[in-house]
């Protein structure tokens, strides 16, 4: 069998831990045999961040502006214990918020929907994609606490030195204050991140801000959404045969929840931060959950949404059997593949992305699983398999 030819390289960026392991197994299982894989590799393991004095989390975000894509596996974020742990030089910063500063993106995560991982929203049959920016307001914050009586005002002091003042509380007694930002630009690339994106899956894009109440903060985003909508999308929406909807949040929720699924949700910072975590929880499994940063210039970063599952590593090392779930790193792989594909005209490796996924997909609906899906699985008498094994079967599938 001749392999699949790829023109152009992915960047490919190596992890830590149990993630890592796996890498090295849907490399040698499901893609070397089929492709002619070319890739530019970079080491993002914490040993060789540390050498590099991280350098090469640096350089591998600089290659992908270059290939546009790029798959990544999961990645330890040093704290203390991380420090000790592997004798670290500094406590470098995360990876995924070197490469996201570098690429300037917004993080898309979707649920992989097979049958027998039944979601807790009954009516939920589609993928719900969560669009969270990743900049500003309460995540920037200033806050006081107000010690008793006094004036609070924000004050903002131009170039030239003049004033303007709004009156935020005449505090009788104690109590708090915050006060946040956000950037235009920010906005204007979350939503342009966002609009690319509802483009290039053919899905619905919803946005919902809290614009009655917050009548220039969140109207500002508000107003920027629909500007640049107007201006530079609606036609292709028009073509695409989507739709781009606002709301008012709660209103969002409520839909939400009473939805089929099947489109972009596209939130405010902390409306992303706590509902991305709503949305995946009731989908099932943190195991089954892709990640993909889309800049607004048009490179895209793959990703599992989990960690390295330092538990499973650490029984690993022991040499005890594990059960580790590989899907969202296989769809990382598969996503960055389909895209190398749509960007270089090759056809032959877009349907290997979709033959691999499908693979994968029924794997699990033909009952043979992971211990993490078997644990919540409403299919009967599944079989659980270990890391390998699991991987193994797919690649019989395949
Ligand atoms: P984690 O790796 O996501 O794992 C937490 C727990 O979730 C695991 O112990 C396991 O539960 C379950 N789990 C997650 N993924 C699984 C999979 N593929 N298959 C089966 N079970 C899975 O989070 P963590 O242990 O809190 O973090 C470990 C390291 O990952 C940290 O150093 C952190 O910095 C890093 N991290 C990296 C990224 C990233 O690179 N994007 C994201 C998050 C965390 P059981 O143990 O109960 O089986
Ligand atoms: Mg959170």
């Given amino acids: 069998m001749s392999k699949i030819q790829m023109t152009t390289p992915i960047v490919e960026m190596d992890g830590d831990e149990m993630t890592r392991i796996l890498w090295k197994m849907i490399k040698e299982h499901l893609l070397l045999p089929y492709i002619d894989l070319k890739t530019e590799y970079y080491d993002l393991g914490l040993k060789h961040r540390d050498e590099t004095n991280d350098q090469v989390t640096v350089d591998s975000a600089i290659a992908t502006k270059k290939y546009k894509v790029a798959v990544k596996c999961a ?13 670290l030089k500094e406590m470098w910063k995360s990876p995924n918020g070197t490469i996201r500063a570098i690429l300037d993106g917004t993080v898309f995560r979707a649920p992989i929907v097979v049958k027998g991982i039944e979601p807790c929203v009954k009516n939920w049959k589609k993928p719900i994609t969560i669009a969270r920016h990743a ?25 030239d030195g003049t004033e303007t003042r709004e009156l935020v509380h005449n505090f009788t007694g104690s109590g708090i204050v915050q006060g946040m930002h956000n950037i235009d630009q920010s906005i204007e690339s979350f939503a342009r991140s966002c609009f690319n994106y509802a483009l290039d899956t053919k899905q619905d894009l ?21 500007e640049i909508f107007d201006a530079d999308y609606k036609e292709k929406f028009e073509e695409a045969g989507i739709e781009y909807f606002y709301t008012l949040i709660d209103d969002a929720v409520a839909r939400v929840m009473k939805s089929e699924g099947g489109y972009i949700w596209a939130c405010k910072n902390y409306d992303g931060d ?12 943190l195991a089954m959950m892709t990640s993909v940063l889309v800049s607004p210039e048009g490179y895209y ?13 650490y029984k690993h090392l022991k040499g005890e059997e594990t059960s ?15 895209k190398r594909g749509e960007m270089d005209g090759n056809q032959e490796l877009m349907d290997f992305a979709d033959k691999l996924e499908k693979a994968t997909i029924d794997t699990i609906e033909s009952g043979n699983m992971t211990k993490d899906l078997a ?10 398999l270990n890391s390998e094994d699991f991987i193994k079967a797919i690649a019989e599938r395949l």
């Fill in 274 to 285: 706590v509902m991305s975590d709503m949305v995946s929880s009731a989908f099932g499994s």
């Fill in 375 to 384: 644990l919540i699985t409403t299919l009967p008498n599944p079989t659980v």
């Fill in 135 to 159: 900049y500003g307001d309460v995540y920037k914050g200033s806050e006081m606490k107000i010690p008793g009586a006094g004036k609070v005002e924000l004050v903002y002091t131009a170039e």
């Fill in 75 to 87: 990645t330890i974020t040093p704290n203390a214990a991380r420090v000790k742990e592997y004798n």
């Fill in 324 to 338: 580790t779930n590989s899907v969202a790193t296989i769809f990382a792989w598969t996503g960055a593949l389909r």
């Fill in 301 to 313: 970063e793959y990703e599992a949404a989990h960690g390295t599952v330092q538990r499973h590593y």
């Fill in 206 to 226: 919803w946005f919902a801000t809290k614009d009655t109440i917050s009548k220039k903060y969140d109207h500002t985003f508000k107003d920027i959404f629909q």
